[in-house]
């Protein structure tokens, strides 16, 4: 099969010829029809995401769609021909997606949704599940709950805006003046973190009060924002909760902190049933038109995929990149 092979840090992908995997014990074969492109993919490139423990050479990608080819022994949820979906390696020394087939963990796979095509599928497993695990997972969303999205706009940020709005939250989203119209979109509340303070938006917006549970997709300065604009015994939750930070303001406010690391099921093995679990709530969600991806435009090939790498690296998408493995 023809892969995108990753040899050193930061040096192109090689398309090479590489053997094609047989699906193992509880693994399906999958013909990848459709790949996204992750800001972590950006980073194991570059060699700067030890967390995501990747040897080299390695073929890269997290997000898959795709069809069943066959399947392994002890496989009863899936048949050839099924259309799937996932976050199956690209991590952990666990083949990625950018490649013509993949043997995957049926564990991690969920049937795609019917209303959408490969590319949209493909779009979703990472940035769904990592919204999930911290609304539902973490801090137990609730109807009528203010909640306020760090980066509305973003992979993560999208959907958790989508999810707590189906939990019937009232949301409100950050995020840049170019985003506001899209956010909106979503039916949030837009806050343009560049021209508010904390202070100014949570006295306007909660009445001094602060939000019961905030959403950080971004890390750093805007996880200190958090944990200032967190309401009494409030629910704080971060996807980058990886720095240093003082507790202060959230301990004077009672308030708790949970941290969601999305890809612990594909390093250390535990827990993958819930991803498919997770998955499945996204299918049917997405085919009740609760949850819609947002794609960038632009189509790529594996043969192009420095042009895909380029596109994201820029940070002028309007959406998830994803790449054509197997164009129809």
């Known amino acids: 099969m023809r892969a995108a092979v990753l040899h050193d840090h930061g ?39 030890a967390h995501a423990r990747h040897p080299l050479p390695a073929i890269l990608g997290i997000d898959l769609a795709g069809i069943v080819e066959s399947v392994g022994a002890g496989v009863t949820r899936f048949r050839p021909g099924d259309e799937v979906y996932g976050m199956t390696g690209g991590v952990g020394g666990l083949p990625g997606s950018l490649a013509e087939f993949v ?40 109807a009528g709950q203010k909640v306020l999205v760090h980066g509305g706009a973003g992979g993560v940020g999208h959907m958790a805006v989508q999810l707590a709005r189906y939990f019937g939250a009232e949301v409100f989203a950050t995020g840049s003046s170019r985003s506001r119209r899209y956010i909106e979109e979503l039916e949030a509340t837009f806050i343009d973190y560049s021209d508010v303070s904390v202070g100014d938006y949570v006295g306007k917006h909660t009445a001094g009060k602060g939000f019961d549970l905030v959403y950080d ?74 949850i819609v991806p947002r794609l960038d435009p632009r189509h790529f090939t594996l043969d192009e995929i420095e042009q895909a790498y380029a596109a994201m690296e820029v940070g002028t998408a309007a959406g998830k990149i994803v790449i054509d493995v197997n164009p129809e």
């Open 217 to 290: 997709t971004a890390g750093g300065t805007v996880l200190d924002a958090s944990f200032d604009a967190i309401a009494r015994f409030g629910h704080v939750v971060s996807a980058l909760g990886w720095g240093t930070h003082s507790l202060a303001p959230l301990s004077f406010r009672a308030a708790s902190y949970s941290g969601v690391f999305t890809l612990l099921p594909l390093l250390a093995g535990e827990g993958r049933a819930h991803h498919g679990d997770i998955l499945r709530k996204a299918t049917k969600l997405v085919d009740l038109g609760k």
């Open 103 to 142: 043997a995957a963990d049926v564990d991690l796979l969920a049937l795609k949704p019917a209303v959408l095509s490969m590319r949209q599928a493909a779009a979703l497993p990472l940035s769904f599940i990592t919204a999930w695990e911290g609304l539902v997972d973490r801090a137990s969303v609730q």
């Open 11 to 49: 040096s192109p992908f090689t398309i090479s010829a590489v053997q094609r995997p047989d699906p193992q014990h509880g693994q399906v074969l999958v013909r990848i029809k459709a790949s996204a492109v992750n800001p972590l993919d950006l980073k194991i490139r570059k060699g700067q995401a």
